[in-house]
């Protein structure tokens, strides 16, 4: 079984001090409104179209979310992440130099990655089952399919903040906390 594991990030507008994003974020206790919570995110788009990330940019911009920087390919994906420390990373998977799966397995290695509690969206127009229980396994917090619409963003983004999940470690994962399906307990798992 996992141990939990302390990230030690706060989120936007969150005091310094209350180091517990999963409960402090979940229960919003400093007064800021889930609206605000997203307008504050720091997010990276990472993706070799540069017309999706014009789109997804727009969208993002017109949420509210004022920090939005882009990264052309996995490789300079992980140094924008090592350079701004985002809140929120918006992933594609086919990408030349370093895919979208490679670039998980960098990114959700502990031992070797600066950040790699950092939350990631995969938003990809490849919605095949396969690639999606595979992101889960590579640790993606959340996955969209292109084209996607503001508002499916925006409930994704909402489920992060609002209700984020723990991140766990095992032998061999590292991310958060796997959903369970509705109505299981945590005993039958």
């Avoid at 402090?24 to 540069?50: F, Y």
């Amino acid at each position: 079984m996992g141990s939990s594991v302390d990230n030690g990030k706060a989120w936007p507008g969150q005091p310094a001090g209350n180091r517990d994003p999963v409960g402090a974020a979940a229960a919003l206790p400093d007064g800021l409104s889930l609206k605000r919570r997203v307008e504050a995110l720091r997010v990276l788009i990472v993706d070799d179209n540069v017309y999706i990330r014009r789109v997804v940019r727009g969208m993002l911009q017109h949420l509210g979310v004022r920090a939005v920087h882009e990264a052309a390919d996995g490789v300079s994906g992980l140094e924008a992440i090592r350079a701004l420390n985002p809140d929120v990373v918006l992933l594609d998977w086919e990408m030349p130099l370093l895919n979208g799966a490679e670039f998980m397995r960098v990114v959700r290695s502990p031992d070797l990655f600066p950040f790699p509690d950092v939350s990631i969206v995969m938003l990809t127009s490849h919605g095949e089952r396969w690639r999606v229980i595979e992101s889960a396994r590579l640790g993606v917090n959340e996955f969209l399919v292109k084209p996607v619409s503001p508002q499916r963003l925006l409930e994704k983004l909402h489920a992060l903040v609002a209700r984020p999940r723990p991140f766990v470690q095992t032998s061999a994962y590292y991310g958060p906390e796997p959903r369970r399906p509705t109505g299981e307990s945590p005993e039958a798992a």
